[in-house]
């Protein structure tokens, strides 16, 4: 089934210690986003990118990075994380927006905790 | 930026019943979209309406949108158990770029 996957599901970090969280999909989406959801909040933009065009958030801090090699995979680098980034991270995909019907696919998130 | 707010912010109903949830927004948007995420898992697409549009069906989901008012709703009749999950309203800033709002936390009561 085409879909998109993150791994891992959870991830461990030591505070200050880098860490790069991976997402790839099937589905040959244009479009792939990264969310920030701390606990009971909404999931918030951090950035996208359009093919190989990147977008960042304007409030989205330095320590956040991102990579696309490929259409398939988009990774999610973290710089030297603080316990304030504890938060599940999302992954998401979209079509061509001029043939948007269904919506972001996501996938099932990574839970990032910084010890 | 935060587009939306979601009406309640935690709703508890009994099997059976309808769960009625409101998304207000501030600017003017082309989509609107629902989305279900339940508890540690990523979230699920539940139906998308334009603006030129002012109702949508899907199965046992009805959602209404009003532009003038910027705002939305989301019906789920004859609820079960497992629709238990937070629902959030997105609204697009742009045109492949949706923000969401708060989410409201829907529990159904067997």
């Known amino acids: 089934d085409a879909m998109v996957i993150q791994n891992p599901r959870y991830q461990v970090t030591q505070f200050g210690k880098p860490v790069t969280l991976s997402c790839s999909q099937t589905?040959?989406?244009?479009?792939m986003y990264w969310y920030q959801q701390k606990s009971s909040q909404a999931p918030k933009l951090l950035f996208h990118?359009?093919?190989?065009?990147?977008?960042n958030e304007a409030d989205t801090p330095d320590n956040f990075q991102s990579r696309r090699p490929n259409t398939s995979f988009c990774f999610l680098d973290i710089r030297s994380p603080g316990l304030g980034d504890a938060a599940m991270y999302l992954c998401a995909t979209s079509s061509d927006p001029s043939r948007v019907n269904y919506g972001y696919t996501f996938g099932s998130g990574t839970r990032l905790t910084v010890v | 930026s935060q587009q939306g707010e979601e009406d309640p912010q935690a709703l508890s109903i009994q099997e059976g019943e309808n769960a009625t949830m409101n998304c207000s927004y501030k600017?003017?948007?082309?989509?609107l979209q629902w989305y279900r995420q339940n508890s540690g898992r990523g979230l699920v697409h539940l139906i998308l309406?334009?603006?030129?549009?002012r109702e949508k069906h899907s199965g046992r989901l009805r959602v209404t949108l009003d532009t003038s008012k910027k705002s939305s709703s989301l019906l789920i009749t004859a609820s079960r158990a497992a629709d238990t999950a937070s629902y959030f309203c997105a609204t697009d800033e742009g045109t492949y770029k949706y923000i969401f709002g708060t989410g409201t936390r829907l529990k159904v009561l067997a």
């Open positions: 990118y359009y093919d190989k065009d990147f977008n």
């Open positions: 600017t003017s948007i082309n989509n």
């Open positions: 589905l040959n989406h244009n479009v």
């Open positions: 309406i334009r603006s030129n549009e």
